[in-house]
C-alpha cells in the first residue's frame, strides 16, 4: 500500500514562515488519529502555488488545500486522511496551471534512450500518417488542430506544408530551425535536450506530408549537449530502422542529418539559414519566393521550429480535436516561455495559449525575486516589445500581444523591475541587433547604427527633445525597407518602451536623470565634507586619478575627468560620496 | 539494435507498459548539469550500486524548473513520486538513506508545481 504523504508550506511571502509550527501541528494530529504509519507529513521547499496562506498537497491523489487555518487541520485529518474524502470549502483551485504538451515527456523520458520514447507512445504519430493517412489527410489534420508557427511569426503550419507539397520539385527538404538566438530564450534547447525523438518524429509526419526524402536539423554550435542528444537519437532512429529506407514497412525514406549553425543571430531568419545549410554565407534573401516553393537548393522546403515539429508528434498522436480543444480561438494550444530576470523562479512554462501575462508572472514564475515593484516584461526577444504593468492581464496569443506592440517571438520573457532603466533595456537589445545585423541592406546596417547613436547620446545626457522624432523616422523606415524581420523588428523594443515610458526618456533627455542609475553618464559622484573624514580611500581606488586635495581642504572630484565608475561611492566607509 | 516495426508500436498502444514503478531520475540537461547535476548523478549511482538497491538512477530532461536544479525525481514502492530541488552531495545521501533505504521523505527539499502532463498514458 502507498504511504499518503502531505507537502505543507507557507506561501505568503511577508511576515514569519510558519510551515515548521503547521508540520508539527499536523504531525501531531497524526498521531493522535493514530494514522503515523500511513501518513508522512513533510515540509515542502516549494509548491508552485504563492501569497494563498498555508498549503497542503495530498499525494498520490494530488489534492491540493490553500488557505489552511490551524483549526482546518483537524478536518483535513479526520476526513481527508482517514476517510479519503476532500475538505471542498479548502480545496485550492487556481489558474496557475500548467499545461505540458510539447515538454511532455521532458523530465520523464531519458533523452537517449530511444525505448523510454517508444514506451510514451512515440512514433505512433508517423505510424498513424503512414498506415491511415494520406498525406493531403494529415496535412488537413494540421488545418483542424490550428497550429501555427512557433518560431515567432504564427504562420500556419498546415498551409506551409500544402504550399510546399503543391510545388513542383524533383527533390523536397524538411529543416528544423534550432537556431535559437533570442537573448533569455532556451525554449528549443530545452526540447532537444529532453526529448529529441519528438521532434525528429515531427519531422518525419512534415517529410511524409510534402514529400521530402532528406532533412536538417539546423542547431546552434553553442548547444554541444542538445547535437549530442539529437545525434545519439538519430543514430537510434537509423538503428531501429525508423530512420533510412522502408520506414516501418511501407515506402517512406527520409534521412535526416545535423547542421551546426555558427553563431550568427540572423541565421533564424528562414532564407539566411537555408543559404547557411547550403554552405553559403548565411545572408537573407527577398521573399517571394518563400522557401515552400524555391527553398534548399532551390527546391521546394518545409522549415519550422523546434516547438512546431514537437507539436506535430502530438498532434497526429491524440488528434486534431484535442489540440484545438486548447487555447483562444486564432491561437491553438500551448506556447512554452523562458521566464528569465528578475523573477523568482527562472525556467520554462508552459502553458495554455490566452492565458494572461499576469498569471504566468505572479501565479506561476512566483513575482519579482527581490519583492520590488515589477516594471515591465519584454517578450519576443530583440524584435519584440516592452510591455507594461498595466497590461499584464493581456492574454498570451498571437494576436495580442502584436497589438500591445510587441511580439510572441520564440518565446523569451525577460522581467524587469524597478532597478531596470528601459532606455538602457532599448539600448542594450539595439545593440544586439546592430552587431548581429549581416550588413546586406541599408535599412538594417545604416539605420540601426544610427538609432543606436542617438540612444546612445539620450543614455549620455546629451539628448535633444527632436531626439525622438528621429528615432521614430529612421524605426519607420527599417520597418518599411528592410530585407527580413531582423531589421524590420530591430526598432520593435524602442518603438514600444517610447510608447510606454515616455516619461523615462523625457527624463534622460530634459532632466538629464536616470530613475534607476543605470545610465552612469547621467550620474554625478560628489563628496561631502561634513561627513568627509580625509581617510583618502577614495583617491587611492580612482582608477582615472580624478579625486584631488589634502587633509586640510578636503577632497573634491574632477567632475571632467571622471568617468563615473562608481569606485569612490562604493569604498567609502563614511557614506560621504553622494550619487545623483 | 532490434528493428522497430508497425506491430511492436501496435502492441505498445494495445499494452501499455505499466509506468516505472522504481527510480531515481536527476535532470541532466544544460541548466541541471550546470548547477551541478553530473556530480548528484555519480554520487546516486555510485552509492545504489554500493548499497545493492533495487531503483535505477536514469539521466532525464529539464522539468521546466531550472531554478531549483539539480533537480531528482525519487520512485519507490510504497511511497508516491515526489522531487527534490537544489539537490546537493548531502542531500543525495539524505536521499538514499532516508527516503529509499528508511522510506521516509526528507524534509525542506520538496518542489512541486500544478501541473498537466497532456500525454494520456
Not at chain 1, 476532500?86 to 487556481?94: E, F
Not at chain 1, 504593468?389 to 506592440?405: A, N, R
Request: hydrophobic share 35%; with cysteine.
Amino acid at each position: 500500500m502507498t504511504t499518503t504523504v502531505v507537502l505543507i508550506r507557507d506561501t505568503d511571502s511577508g511576515g514569519a514562515d510558519r510551515t515548521r509550527d503547521v508540520h508539527d501541528l499536523f504531525t501531531q494530529k497524526v498521531r493522535d488519529a493514530g494514522l503515523q504509519n500511513e501518513v508522512q507529513v513533510v515540509r515542502a521547499a516549494d509548491l508552485g502555488i504563492y501569497n494563498k496562506g498555508m498549503v497542503a498537497k495530498i499525494l498520490p491523489q494530488g489534492i491540493v488545500y490553500a488557505g489552511i487555518a490551524d483549526a482546518d487541520v483537524d478536518d483535513i485529518v479526520t476526513t481527508t486522511l482517514a476517510q479519503k474524502m476532500p475538505v471542498s470549502r479548502l480545496v485550492y483551485c487556481g489558474a496557475n496551471e500548467q499545461v505540458r504538451i510539447v515538454m511532455r515527456n521532458c523530465g520523464i523520458v531519458n533523452p537517449e534512450c530511444i525505448e523510454d520514447y517508444i514506451a510514451r507512445k512515440g512514433y505512433q504519430g508517423i505510424k498513424r500518417a503512414l498506415y491511415d493517412l494520406t498525406p493531403e489527410k494529415a496535412i488537413e489534420e494540421l488545418k483542424t488542430s490550428g497550429l501555427r508557427g512557433r518560431g515567432g511569426a504564427g504562420y500556419p503550419t498546415w498551409l506551409k506544408w500544402s504550399l510546399a507539397r503543391n510545388a513542383f520539385g524533383d527533390r523536397k527538404f524538411v529543416i528544423c530551425n534550432g537556431d535559437e538566438g533570442d537573448p533569455g530564450a532556451y525554449m528549443d534547447r530545452s526540447v532537444l535536450e529532453g526529448d529529441p525523438h519528438s521532434v525528429i518524429e515531427g519531422m518525419m509526419i512534415a517529410a511524409y506530408c510534402i514529400g521530402a526524402t532528406k532533412g536538417f536539423l539546423y542547431i546552434r554550435a553553442e548547444y554541444p549537449l542538445a547535437i549530442k542528444r539529437v545525434q545519439k537519437a538519430l543514430d537510434d532512429a537509423y538503428g531501429t530502422g525508423l530512420l533510412g529506407k522502408d520506414i516501418l514497412g511501407t515506402s517512406f525514406c527520409l534521412d535526416l542529418e545535423v547542421r551546426l549553425g555558427a553563431g550568427a543571430f540572423v541565421c533564424g531568419e528562414e532564407t539566411a539559414l537555408i543559404a547557411s545549410v547550403e554552405g553559403k554565407r548565411g545572408t537573407p534573401r527577398p521573399r517571394p519566393p518563400y522557401p515552400s516553393d524555391v527553398g534548399l537548393f532551390g527546391k521546394p522546403t518545409v522549415i519550422n521550429n523546434v516547438e512546431t515539429f514537437a507539436n506535430v508528434s502530438y498532434i497526429l498522436l491524440n488528434g486534431a480535436k484535442t489540440f484545438a480543444s486548447i487555447g483562444t480561438d486564432k491561437s491553438k494550444g500551448t506556447k512554452v516561455f523562458a521566464l528569465t530576470g528578475k523573477i523568482r523562479n527562472s525556467g520554462l512554462v508552459e502553458i495554455p495559449m490566452g492565458t494572461p501575462l499576469r498569471v504566468i508572472i505572479e501565479d506561476i514564475g512566483g513575482g519579482v525575486a527581490s519583492g520590488k515593484k515589477i516594471l515591465a516584461v519584454q517578450t519576443g526577444g530583440p524584435s519584440g516589445g516592452v510591455i507594461p504593468e498595466q497590461h499584464f492581464d493581456t492574454p498570451v496569443s498571437y494576436e495580442h500581444l502584436l497589438e500591445l506592440g510587441s511580439f510572441m517571438g520564440s518565446g523569451g520573457m525577460i522581467v524587469m523591475d524597478e532597478d531596470d532603466c528601459l532606455v538602457d533595456i532599448a539600448k542594450f537589445y539595439l545593440g544586439f541587433c546592430v552587431d548581429e545585423s549581416c550588413g546586406k541592406c541599408a535599412p538594417c546596417r545604416i539605420g540601426g547604427f544610427q538609432m543606436l547613436k542617438v540612444l546612445e547620446k539620450i543614455t549620455d545626457g546629451k539628448g535633444m527633445p527632436e531626439d525622438l522624432d528621429t528615432l521614430k523616422r529612421i524605426a519607420q523606415a527599417m520597418r518599411k525597407a528592410s530585407l527580413c524581420a531582423l531589421g524590420q523588428g530591430a526598432p520593435n523594443p524602442i518603438i514600444s518602451t517610447m510608447k510606454y515610458f515616455a516619461e523615462e526618456y523625457r527624463q534622460h533627455i530634459v532632466d538629464r536623470k536616470c530613475r534607476a542609475g543605470k545610465c552612469t553618464r547621467l550620474m554625478r559622484f560628489e563628496i561631502l565634507d561634513t561627513s568627509c573624514k580625509r581617510c583618502k580611500l577614495c583617491v587611492v581606488n580612482c582608477p582615472v586619478h580624478c579625486i584631488a586635495g589634502d587633509r586640510e581642504k578636503g577632497y573634491r572630484i574632477d567632475q571632467e575627468k571622471c568617468i563615473k565608475c562608481g569606485r569612490c561611492f562604493e569604498v567609502c566607509k563614511f557614506e560621504a560620496v553622494a550619487r545623483s | 539494435m532490434e528493428k522497430i516495426t508497425k506491430d511492436r508500436l501496435d502492441e505498445v498502444l494495445k499494452n501499455p507498459p505499466p509506468e516505472n514503478g522504481r527510480y531515481i531520475r536527476v535532470g541532466m540537461s544544460s541548466c541541471g548539469v550546470a548547477a551541478g547535476a553530473a556530480e548528484v548523478f555519480a554520487l546516486l549511482r555510485s552509492e545504489v550500486e554500493k548499497r545493492k538497491l533495487a531503483v535505477p538512477v536514469v539521466p532525464c530532461g529539464c522539468s521546466g524548473g531550472c531554478h531549483s536544479e539539480p533537480l531528482v525525481e525519487v520512485c519507490v514502492d510504497g511511497l508516491p513520486s515526489v522531487t527534490y530541488g537544489k539537490v546537493n552531495a548531502e542531500i543525495a545521501m539524505r536521499i538514499i538513506e532516508e527516503h529509499v533505504r528508511d522510506k521516509r521523505l526528507v524534509q525542506d527539499y520538496i518542489v512541486d508545481a500544478p501541473m498537466k502532463r497532456a500525454v494520456a498514458l
